[in-house]
């Protein structure tokens, strides 16, 4: 190819715009066809724990039906989302040996859908669009090859209608941590600063 050739080449791959979105493989690790989210009268055994009482109730995990998990294999965390999204009151052991293989947050982007059954997931660039489609029951733990530092979730209906966007670089705000007025707090050298 001719060197005077490329500057060419190079606006016209510029001006072309980005590339169609690629079908991409997911697992599914875990699921159900029978799980709902439990009524509130059920849901309030973990509202009244002692844990949660302060956010329980307005969760993200509880109020949304997509749960980003960005630590799979910290049991915490997942007993925290599993505690706050009813998820408590499914069956144990659904799973498969996919969920027996140890995956770490930064080789893979890990979610749960409740109430919807994943279709397809497309990448462009860092975003992954997850196709969804609603159902009665059910739950599906999914994990997706990470191929960026911080992607873009976008859950959507076959017919392209956006649920929900997950952004890793901003996520929703989950917690407060709030010092009330007054309150002391001690560093952990025993210093102590108000």
Request: glycine share 4%; proline share 9%.
């Amino acid at each position: 190819m001719n060197i005077a050739a490329y500057p060419a080449l190079l606006v016209t791959l510029l001006l072309s715009g980005p590339l169609a979105a690629q079908s991409i493989p997911f697992d599914i690790c875990a699921e159900s066809t029978t799980w709902t989210r439990p009524a509130p009268e059920v849901q309030a055994k973990v509202w009244n724990d002692p844990r949660w009482k302060d956010i329980a109730r307005d969760a993200y995990a509880w109020t949304h039906n997509f749960i980003f998990i960005d630590d799979p294999m910290s049991a915490s965390v997942t007993g925290m989302y599993r505690d706050l999204s009813g998820m408590w009151t499914a069956e144990p052991d659904q799973t498969n040996p996919n969920c027996n293989t140890p995956r770490s947050g930064y080789e893979w982007i890990t979610f749960w859908s409740l109430l919807h059954r994943v279709k397809e997931v497309r990448r462009d660039a860092n975003t992954y669009t997850v196709v969804v489609e609603p159902v009665a029951k059910g739950f599906q733990f999914v994990f997706i090859s990470r191929m960026n530092p911080k992607a873009v979730l976008r859950f959507v209906t076959p017919d392209g209608a956006v649920l929900e966007v997950w952004d890793e670089s901003a996520p929703p705000k989950q917690f407060t941590q709030t010092i009330p007025p007054g309150a002391r707090i001690i560093a952990p050298n025993g210093q102590i600063r108000k």
